[in-house]
């Protein structure tokens, strides 16, 4: 008989997917954990291309921008074209959307089987990259809608982030970490690299209702509402009580840290991108759906993130995200 710890507990992600699922939704198929399994498959292929930068022919640029306008590096298309090969023959997946990706890509006709539309940032912070500086993958999962024909593709991705079934990120950093919700909370898993598996490592991760954090580009505070530069005072002042600066120019580790220890990330409208830098639909949309089952909370200055109808593939926003209170105190400031 081996000791009790001879084996240490291992839950994969696909396996807490099923063992939630038999519990909150007997009636789930299996199916969405199938989906989560190629995206899982995606990331660890990603991490292992990261992990060996600088080996292998991926830094630097592709030679051309997207469709943000920016220029693409090589991992950027590696991370993309793995997402969307791991996806592509999941089954289920009718739809993909991606940051690199001009427009949707159709794997299959919506029907009940491939229901879900899956949109992703394939390598947030891809600038990063060549710097050795953590960078992520952040994904959206929605399902198609009942009432609108299978054809009417932008219907069916253009829905507001409260519709969102899943959304998560991977960090790929001193160890690589996922992190994912359903709407029942936040949950997080480590890569064993010695397995090659996503092991549980947090389990209902919730975020501090305050942090003495801020985040922001302070570079362009010239460009910066009048708010928001009232708020940079008084965060600087003495009567805020003392708060400390962190940006790492990278979001998905910006928000990983505000998730864990607390504080806000903010990212406001600027003279020069007056409705802002991020993307709804595949960075502000599931960052906001894991803050808030966190208990945290995510606006756009004026709304909640998750409540923006999206009008458009590639839409900006505003993006004030962490801390209740530390969103609110923001808000004092800044009224869009
Ligand atoms: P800035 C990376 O390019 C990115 O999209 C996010 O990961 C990051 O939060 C933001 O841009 C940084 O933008 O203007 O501060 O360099």
């Excluded at 999962?141 to 009432?147: A, K, S």
């Excluded at 507001?160 to 936040?186: C, E, R």
């Amino acid at each position: 008989m081996l000791p009790k710890n001879a084996v240490p507990r291992l839950q994969t992600v696909q396996q807490h997917i099923l063992d939630r699922q038999r519990t909150q939704h007997p009636d789930a198929t299996g199916e969405f954990s199938w989906l989560l399994s190629g995206i899982t498959l995606a990331t660890k292929i990603i991490a292992d291309h990261v992990r060996r930068a600088g080996l292998i022919d991926v830094l630097g640029t592709a030679g051309h921008t997207n469709v943000q306008g920016e220029q693409v590096e090589k991992l950027d298309i590696i991370a993309n074209e793995t997402i969307a090969a791991c996806l592509g023959y999941r089954g289920n997946v009718g739809i993909m959307v991606s940051e690199e990706d001009d427009e949707p890509r159709i794997i299959k006709d919506l029907d009940d089987q491939a229901r879900y539309i899956v949109l992703f940032d394939p390598l947030d912070g891809s600038s990063n990259i060549d710097v050795n500086v953590s960078i992520g993958t952040i994904f959206s999962i929605l399902q198609r809608r009942e009432d609108v024909a299978a054809g009417r593709v932008m219907d069916h991705i253009l829905q507001p982030g409260y519709q969102q079934v899943a959304a998560g990120y991977v960090v790929y950093s001193s160890s690589t970490v996922m992190a994912y919700t359903t709407g029942d909370g936040v949950h997080m898993f480590t890569l064993d690299p010695a397995i090659g598996a996503f092991r549980l490592s947090r389990e209902g991760v919730t975020m501090p209702e305050s942090g003495r954090i801020y985040s922001m580009n302070e570079a362009y505070r010239r460009k910066f509402p009048d708010g928001i530069k009232r708020y940079l005072d008084w965060v600087k002042s003495e009567e805020s009580g003392g708060y400390t600066a962190r940006y790492i120019g990278s979001l998905v580790a910006d928000f990983h840290r505000t998730l864990l220890k607390g504080g806000v990330f903010c990212y406001p409208p600027t003279v020069s991108a007056p409705r802002g830098k991020l993307r709804l639909l595949y960075e502000a949309n599931p960052l906001a759906f894991i803050a808030e089952q966190a208990g945290g909370t995510a606006t756009d200055g004026r709304e909640r993130i998750l409540d923006k109808i999206p009008a458009a593939l590639h839409q900006r926003t505003p993006l004030v995200i962490g801390s209740k209170s530390e969103v609110a105190k923001i808000a004092e400031f800044w009224q869009p």
